[in-house]
């Protein structure tokens, strides 16, 4: 069964900043790869989402995660940080398009 | 793009009582949806796939009994929280993948909080 880690359940960054936040998976298959975005009391909204092709997946915002295999992992950046950035990011992982599981998200704090 | 529509947004109930949710996709038709819980600063749990015109399937651990889930129709399906106790308060989202040929991600609504007093 599938599962994803994520590294560090709070990142703080200085505005401008980089951002990394950090993500792997486990899967019996190939896996689909997405990271999630959630700001306070609402659902989730897709950041961006790796199915096959070009490993380095751009997505909205101006995030980007890069697929790597050998290292089983989906890490997720963005050159520079800006304050609407801040909010619970989760990374998660299908097998064969079916449901989905998540990780235990990472919250973004982004200082002025 | 695809829109998943939750209703209610919040809800407050007394215990003993029943609240239903309901998940509609708008502008799509989806075989499948899916249920999560989610508590405070916590990922999101999966609970129960539903799918249309058929029994959900439920993850282990999830009471079936409690947690009623109906998918009658290509664009809507309900969560009934039955019988409601003060631990059954959490935040509440479903999803839904369109019915389309290839991949498709999953769209989510924005969530239910209910609140059990």
């Known amino acids: 069964a599938q599962s994803v880690t994520q590294l560090g359940s709070h990142v703080s960054v200085s505005e401008g900043a980089l951002v990394l936040l950090r993500c792997n998976y486990s899967?019996?298959?190939?896996?689909?790869l997405f990271w999630y975005v959630q700001y306070p009391n609402q659902g989730l909204q897709l950041l961006l989402k790796?199915?096959?092709?070009?490993?380095l997946v751009k997505g909205i915002n101006g995030f980007e995660a890069e697929f790597k295999k050998s290292e089983t992992s989906f890490h997720l950046t963005k050159p520079s940080a800006h304050m609407s950035d801040a909010a619970e990011y989760f990374c998660?992982?299908?097998?064969?398009?079916?449901?989905?599981?998540f990780g235990a998200g990472t919250r973004l704090t982004v200082k002025p | 793009g695809a829109v998943v529509s939750q209703h209610p947004s919040w809800v407050i109930c007394k215990s003993g009582t029943s609240v239903k949710i309901e998940c509609r996709s708008l502008?799509?038709?989806?075989?499948?949806m899916f249920w999560y819980r989610q508590f405070p600063k916590q990922s999101l749990m999966l609970m129960a796939t539903s799918n249309e015109g058929s029994k959900a399937t439920y993850e282990q651990g999830v009471e079936k009994d409690k947690f009623l889930i109906n998918h009658a129709s290509l664009t809507l399906s309900t969560l009934t929280v039955t019988s409601a106790h003060p631990e059954d308060s959490s935040f509440y989202i479903c999803?839904?993948?369109?019915?389309?040929?290839?991949?498709?991600?999953?769209?989510f609504g924005n969530g239910t909080r209910l609140t059990v007093t």
């Open positions: 790796y199915t096959t092709g070009a490993t």
């Open positions: 999803s839904a993948r369109s019915t389309g040929g290839g991949f498709s991600p999953l769209h």
């Open positions: 998660a992982v299908s097998e064969n398009n079916n449901d989905m599981r």
């Open positions: 899967s019996s298959v190939p896996p689909y």
């Open positions: 502008d799509f038709q989806a075989t499948t």
